[in-house]
């Protein structure tokens, strides 16, 4: 997996302190899974209120320090804290932050580090990421999640819902001024296997051309909301005639299930 076997250890490590309000999110989250192309650079774990970031920091920083790793805190403030964990030669920077509970699906139990944000809430808060900064870790990371989480249309049309500020049009008049990735950026990454420039640019503006064919092709009152297919029992970009068997998810604080009617096919 592309965590590194340090970043492993420690996720293992804390994962007795993880809970469905306490859950490791960011780089590391999304690219537990081995067909990721990049390592993520620290461990983000995310708490759905300022409060339960003192707690959870507190209690890792106990475990931690119990066995024997040294823990050198960078910044500190309510709801943030900041910390490089280092033992033998090795070290990770570990951040511990409140972000709003307001989610598509609820948390998800993961062997390897607890609890962890749900690979859908991932995918889009990388994309929200990526129309704020122009990062090549960023790009790369939203060509991953389309690829093989959602399109990139299903994604942002969504997103407006986790940022209302934004509509489908506005994320992805922003995202089509996003992609010139040089090899130098590339190289200042720690990157799973090496990846081609041309494939990427030829992946992400392919990618650009069919979410924009997709959100021109909703209705306006479904702005901001997830598809759920129930006969595949997954979320699903729908094509022009998708029928009923595909319904509209909504988020909400502490994220929600799919609704699946009883008898439905």
Not at 57 to 80: A, F
Not at 108 to 136: F, M, T, W
Not at 181 to 209: C, F, G, M, Y
Not at 228 to 240: D, N
């Amino acid at each position: 997996m592309p965590l590194t076997e340090f970043q492993s250890e420690l996720a293992r490590l804390l994962s007795v302190n993880r809970s469905p309000d306490s859950y490791l999110a960011g780089g590391a989250a999304l690219h537990i899974e081995p067909n990721s192309k990049r390592y993520s650079n620290d461990l983000d774990y995310f708490h759905d209120s300022v409060e339960r970031v003192a707690r959870a920091y507190s209690e890792d920083l106990s475990l931690l320090t119990e066995r024997g790793y040294q823990v050198e805190v960078d910044l500190q403030q309510p709801g943030y804290v900041r910390a490089v964990v280092r033992k033998r030669d090795e070290a990770t920077k570990v951040e511990w932050a409140h972000d709003s509970a307001w989610r598509f699906l609820p948390t998800i139990h993961s062997e390897i580090c607890g609890y962890q944000l749900h690979p859908i809430d991932l995918a889009l808060n990388k994309v929200l990421a990526l129309v704020g900064r122009d990062e090549a870790r960023d790009l790369l990371d939203t060509v991953h999640v389309h690829l093989h989480v959602l399109p990139l249309g299903a994604l942002v049309w969504a997103a407006a819902g986790k940022d209302p500020g934004f509509t489908p049009h506005s994320l992805l008049d922003l995202l089509r001024r996003r992609g010139r990735v040089r090899p130098e950026d590339l190289r200042r990454l720690n990157l799973a296997e090496p990846i081609e420039l041309p494939a990427l640019k030829s992946t992400w503006l392919e990618a650009l051309e069919d979410a924009d064919g997709f959100i021109r092709s909703r209705p306006a009152d479904e702005v901001g909301c997830l598809y759920y297919a129930r006969s595949l029992q997954s979320f699903v970009q729908p094509g022009p005639d998708a029928d009923e068997d595909v319904v509209p998810h909504h988020g909400r604080p502490g994220g929600v299930l799919p609704k699946v009617v009883e008898g439905s096919s």
